[in-house]
């Protein structure tokens, strides 16, 4: 949160002296308007819940819902809301009932805890070949001082998108500092004779390992540099001891294609919604 934006605090809800949940939130304002949403380079945005180790599996479900339901309400009262939650979360019913528009989106979750071949045995077949020729077709190193490239690389993608970059490189330099800081992050390169063709900005915590964001060199007529790197993010989280690798799915039809041929599980997370402004809402029908 430091990292991602100037000012934050965090609902903290405890079971007697054991805290049992956190919820870390921004507020930004715009035109007068409180708004809560996701921080610039968070595609999730808690809440977290703590569950005690003697927990029955049968009050799971109640515990989350009374921990979630009572950060809730330390939440400040702002009349916008735009907030993707982390896939864990499922309690739909709770949000909607406390005034939400709830929706979803996808991404897709690979077992990185089986064997290298059982990852490569659940993919598709067309992948893994572009996966064996690629070995052969790039150098992969890892190089964050080429954080200024994988900049540019996606101001030309989003350019010819006719859509503006939302950050500036100096916002990513200092996010990536503060993910070095932590031994949490690389810069995955893939060269092909010494032109940098696609990099893959890949973080993790404990469990789970991230494809944060990538790109490919403008012109590319192909994913094999992307799919390269993927695998290689795949595999390091692996040997790190991640359970999981998060793709951080597309509702792009194309991307979503690419993502599903890895042979992950396919996983709904909510993104909470309320426009209580009028003056947000006459700023959304002009925008």
């Not at 054991?18 to 945005?45: C, D, E, H, M």
């Amino acid at each position: 949160m430091d990292a991602t934006c100037d000012d934050w605090d965090a609902a903290i809800e405890k079971n007697g002296d054991t805290i049992s949940g956190v919820w870390p939130y921004a507020v930004a304002k715009r035109i007068r308007v409180g708004l809560l949403r996701n921080t610039k380079f968070s595609p999730y945005q808690g809440p977290f819940v703590a569950f005690p180790a003697d927990l029955k599996e049968s009050n799971r479900d109640s515990f989350e819902h009374d921990t979630i339901s009572a950060m809730l309400k330390q939440l400040p009262a702002v009349k916008v809301w735009n907030l993707a939650l982390q896939p864990a979360i499922k309690q739909a019913g709770l949000f909607k009932n406390a005034g939400m528009q709830v929706q979803v989106q996808q991404t897709f979750l690979l077992d990185v805890q089986q064997s290298e071949q059982e990852i490569l045995s659940n993919m598709k077949e067309s992948l893994r070949r572009n996966i064996r020729a690629a070995e052969k077709e790039f150098a992969i190193t890892d190089s964050p001082e080429h954080l200024g490239v994988l900049y540019e690389y996606q101001k030309h993608t989003l350019t010819g998108k006719g859509a503006g970059q939302p950050y500036t490189l100096a916002d990513m330099q200092r996010l990536m500092d503060a993910c070095s800081q932590h031994n949490s992050a690389t810069l995955w390169v893939a060269k092909k004779y010494d032109e940098i063709q696609a990099l893959i900005w890949n973080v993790w915590n404990a469990d789970t390992s991230y494809y944060f964001m990538g790109a490919q060199k403008p012109g590319g007529d192909s994913y094999r540099a992307i799919t390269a790197l993927l695998w290689h993010s795949i595999k390091e989280a692996k040997h790190r001891g991640n359970k999981t690798f998060d793709l951080e799915g597309s509702m792009d039809a194309g991307v979503e294609k690419f993502f599903r041929s890895f042979g992950g599980r396919r996983e709904l997370y909510l993104v909470l919604k309320k426009n209580d402004s009028l003056l947000w809402r006459i700023k959304e029908m002009i925008s």
